[in-house]
């Protein structure tokens, strides 16, 4: 399990942020987030997500998600995975294909490249889908930021990307239903990673 890389992704409201720090402490893993997780990303967040950026340009957004993203994976994902740590992370580079290719209209491909470009080549080991319907994670949020204010289409645009991505790369990709209290969910997401990386050690156990 040392040196692996496991994303959590989802529609916002799904819990993904609540699965990844969980699975992280079982895991003494180190958690992080995107866009973020650095000084300088967390400072290209509070742009992204402010309600009040208005006029952003698609590629400028995508830019810029891919610079905080750059300088995260140079900063503290890429070297924990040096060091053999397992990393946990709240979103990665496939919310770009989902947001800004899917979501927004911008060319996937595209979008694939420049996040490409941005990790140096690296993708999560396992990607964790955590899948809730829309009106669950609707009610989950509490004061929409950015992203969360945008309109149904926009969002059910997201939950179709993920989903084609999920299914495009089986491999890679595990679905887990959302829906229900947080420790059901947790055993899923706990069996469908030991199940994908069946090398994962039980490092922390919950009551």
Not at 6 to 19: L, M, P, R
Not at 48 to 59: C, E, I, K, S
Not at 189 to 207: C, F, M
């Amino acid at each position: 399990m040392s040196g692996r890389l496991i994303a959590f992704e989802g529609i916002d409201g799904c819990g993904k942020s609540t699965q990844a720090g969980l699975l992280a402490e079982r895991l003494d893993a180190v958690l992080t987030r995107e866009p973020g997780g650095t000084a300088m990303g967390e400072q290209l967040r509070s742009l992204l997500v402010d309600p009040a950026t208005v006029g952003l340009d698609l590629r400028a957004e995508a830019l810029l998600m891919a610079a905080a993203r750059a300088q995260h994976v140079a900063e503290v994902i890429a070297p924990a995975l040096a060091a053999g740590r397992v990393v946990v992370v709240d979103r990665f580079a496939h919310s770009s294909l989902a947001y800004q290719g899917y979501g927004r209209g911008l060319p996937v491909d595209e979008v694939r490249w420049l996040s490409d470009w941005a990790t140096g080549g690296r993708w999560p080991d396992l990607v964790v889908l955590v899948e809730v319907p829309a009106a669950v994670a609707a009610a989950r949020v509490g004061p929409a930021d950015r992203f969360e204010a945008e309109d149904r289409s926009f969002h059910a645009r997201v939950a179709d990307g993920y989903r084609g991505l999920a299914a495009a790369d089986p491999a890679r990709w595990r679905v887990v239903d959302g829906t229900g209290p947080v420790d059901e969910v947790t055993a899923r997401v706990w069996a469908a990673v030991t199940g994908a990386l069946p090398r994962t050690p039980v490092q922390k156990s919950r009551p």
